[in-house]
């Protein structure tokens, strides 16, 4: 009588039938593709590359400051007054809208941080000032264009990315700033830039993440950025419209296409994760 | 010392038992340099390479090149067998044993994702290496199903050998266990791959609802800190004792002590500690991870998903089991375990490979170079390329006839065969034996009976 083989069974001490490297039907049966992917529409796609545009608008903003303070198109003190009120008006829908209870003293600690910062920054503004002074300017240049890159590469546009890191975001915009505020011409005049510098990459992204996906938001910087850079250089409003449509429409059709293409591979090899680490 | 050093030396025994000439090449331990002779005249080379990271040699394919072709040449190897996807000197010396025409098989213990960027560099790392490599050995099919990806090595081209365990040192010693209280071992380094964030958990939970529980940990590692801090803030000082880094030779003692052995590996691809515990006639209880559930039969391990409420889950039936009788007597654990694995039948089932990659043909430089090409690293084409022509310029300079042939060590004219065949102890001669060359990361100090050679 002929003995039938055993059936094959995925342990190690029952297939002695079988030859070493023999593969079974159920091969890779536990393998699982792209588990965790979520579908991502254009309309997200193009809203997510929006974030970076907005962040990009709001240093074209900052930079377009020092370019009318530099050429002196316009008064320290007009860009002073109107920045600070813009600032206020912000402010106080922000916390008119977002702060429910203890609003009075939510405000009186606010104001003692502005007093605190306004009175040092204007102390301090002549060593600031002088602080990179010896540098030439073609290196301040090439220092502010690479920090401002790092700022827009590290800035948190919400995704928990692990290169997402707003310390340092935010220290590359303010040392940019210090950069440029060395070629101003007073120390007032690096003191009022500096003031921008706080409020442009310090308070707006905290009022704009509240709007984040807003359409109108959006457009609205987009068209204030290129209407500033048309009034500064064609060139470079023309390389602005440039890299917003790279940013905001070529992108996020790129990243829809290779979507497609992804391949995550899952399987009873995979690590375990340690959800419930709290004791 | 390590699985993998414990996997050679002992598969290493049973080779020259075989009739296998066995040499062992490792890079130096600090003081450790030159050529030792271990039990049964294994030899083991300590090369003069200097470790730069994680006890690996930096992989820089031609720097050793000399030295591995010298003893290639001196030593008559045939075969070459690397050990372990993140030891250098094995990848170096496969790639210079294929250009010198050996014959070549690699045996990847450990599983690997494919999403983190480390992943993603050894992963293409391997599929270099292995493109061109005779036959894989992996000690799990979940192991196999891991290489096969991260590899691209077709199926037919790797084989499922297990570890195994060395049940004479493994025996179990009932009496040795305390009778008031329940111990639960736990016997592992103490790092984040090893569970031990579940493992302090579990401690802190379980502990309070079962008064008699008493927990014996080994080993050592860079969480122990946390283990300390539960054992402090719970007041389980009396209950929780931690015995620090242990040898391989005091294992068997701590292991006689519990009645359980929790396993809380996140990922595995064998687990040799199970095999060893349950040989000590302990219940297992072990998350259910890579090669695991592949290991012991389910009458002889609790599975469980690695989480805190399974984990506690499957101590607890454990316990009630313990507590009903309803468990395996630990001789007849012990003998299972004894017929389920042994080193004797990884030789053979290894020597099986050996004999399957001998007769396979040697490959043209235009044929090893095409099956690197697969890999889609080209440049590794020309540190091939290299390779071979600094072994061919090592033909005129130091021919092969110029090389001195090492003479076999003796210890006795013969051999006595530790495996039984037909029932009676056999005998094989020292001399005309086939050569066998191993890869590895480490042989430990801790290794027996060794003799330097000056």
């Known amino acids: 009588m002929i003995q039938r083989q055993r059936m094959w069974k995925k342990n190690l001490y029952e297939n002695i039938d079988y030859p070493d490297n023999y593969t079974d039907k159920t091969f890779l049966d536990e393998l699982k593709k792209n588990v965790h992917i979520t579908e991502i529409s254009p309309l997200t796609a193009v809203f997510g590359a929006g974030l970076v545009t907005q962040e990009m608008c709001v240093v074209v903003f900052f930079v377009i400051v020092y370019v009318y303070l530099y050429n002196g198109w316009i008064e320290p003190e007009t860009v002073f007054v109107q920045s600070s009120l813009v600032a206020a008006v ?79 975001s935010l220290n590359a915009a303010i040392f940019g700033s210090v950069c440029l505020a060395s070629r ?96 | ?166 049940t004479a040192a493994f025996t179990p010693d009932p009496s040795r266990r305390s009778t008031d209280t329940i111990t ?62 242990l040898e391989h030779s005091q294992v068997r003692s701590v292991l006689t002590r519990g009645h359980i052995f929790l396993n809380t590996s996140l990922t595995e691809a064998y687990c040799m500690a199970i095999v060893e515990a349950a040989a000590c006639g302990l219940q297992v209880v072990s998350t259910k991870v890579g090669g695991i559930p592949e290991v012991l039969p389910s009458d002889l391990i609790y599975l469980t998903e690695p989480n805190v409420p399974s984990l506690l889950l499957g101590l607890e039936t454990a316990l009630a089991n313990l507590r009903s009788g309803n468990v395996v007597p630990p001789l007849e654990c012990h003998r299972r375990v004894a017929s389920l694995y042994n080193w004797m039948d990884v030789a053979r089932r290894t020597e099986a490979v050996y004999h399957r990659v001998a007769g396979e043909k040697s490959k043209t430089l235009g044929s090893q170079l095409r099956s690197y090409m697969a890999s889609g690293v080209l440049p590794f084409l020309l540190i091939i390329s290299l390779a071979h022509l600094m ?3 090592l033909d005129w300079m130091v021919p092969q006839q110029n090389i001195d042939i090492a003479k076999d060590y003796n210890i006795t004219s013969h051999i006595t065969d530790l495996h039984h065949s037909n029932g009676e102890v056999h005998s094989q001669t020292y001399r005309d034996r086939r050569k066998l060359s191993w890869y590895e990361p480490a042989l430990s100090k801790q290794q027996m009976n060794y003799k330097r050679v000056f």
């Open chain 1, 90 to 168: 912000a402010h106080l829908t922000y916390r008119t809208l977002l702060t429910k209870n203890n609003y009075y003293e939510v405000m009186v600690k606010d104001l003692r941080t502005v007093l605190i910062f306004v009175v040092f920054g204007y102390v301090l503004s002549p060593i600031l000032k002088t602080l990179t002074d010896t540098i030439s300017t073609d290196t301040i240049y090439a220092m502010t264009t690479f920090m401002m890159i790092i700022h827009l590469i590290f800035f948190d546009y919400g995704v928990p990315a692990a290169i997402v890191s707003s310390s340092l």
């Open chain 1, 184 to 279: 101003l011409s007073s120390p007032f005049h690096a003191f009022v830039l500096l003031s921008n510098a706080v409020e442009c990459f310090v308070l707006l992204p905290i009022l704009l993440s509240k709007g984040r996906g807003s359409v109108t938001v959006l457009a609205a910087m987009i068209t204030v950025a290129i209407y500033a850079l048309w009034t500064v250089s064609l060139i470079m409003m023309f390389l602005f419209v440039c890299v917003t449509l790279f940013v905001t429409v070529l992108c996020p059709f790129w990243f829809l296409r290779w979507q497609n293409y992804k391949d995550n591979i899952y399987g009873p090899w995979d690590e375990a994760v340690v959800h419930d680490t709290q004791m």
């Open chain 2, 1 to 166: 010392m390590g699985g993998v050093e414990e996997h050679i030396f002992n598969l290493s025994q049973c080779l020259i038992s075989r009739g296998y000439k066995v040499i062992v090449l490792t890079h130096s331990y600090g003081e450790r340099v030159g050529v030792r002779y271990m039990t049964n005249g294994l030899k083991v080379f300590y090369l003069p390479v200097k470790v730069f990271y994680n006890q690996c040699v930096l992989p820089t394919m031609v720097c050793s090149l000399p030295l591995i072709r010298y003893i290639l040449i001196r030593e008559r190897i045939t075969i070459i067998h690397g050990h372990s996807a993140f030891s250098a000197l094995a990848h170096e010396a496969m790639v210079i044993g294929k250009l010198m025409g050996l014959k070549t098989v690699f045996t990847d213990h450990s599983l690997f994702g494919f999403a983190d960027a480390s992943a993603i560099v050894t992963n293409k790392l391997l599929q270099m290496s292995l493109a061109d490599c005779n036959h894989c050995i992996c000690v799990s099919h979940t192991g196999k199903e891991n290489t096969v990806l991260r590899a691209r090595v077709h199926c037919d081209r790797v084989s499922v050998i297990p570890n195994a365990v060395d």
């Open chain 2, 184 to 245: 639960i071992v736990v016997i592992s380094r103490l790092v984040y791959r090893k569970g031990v964030d579940l493992m302090a958990q579990v401690i802190a939970e379980i502990c309070p609802r079962y008064p008699q529980l008493h927990f014996l940990i080994g080993g050592d590692g860079p969480k122990r800190w946390l283990l300390e801090e539960v054992r402090e803030r719970c007041g389980l000082q009396d209950r929780v004792t931690l015995l620090g880094s």
């Open chain 2, 391 to 393: 072994l061919r310029f």
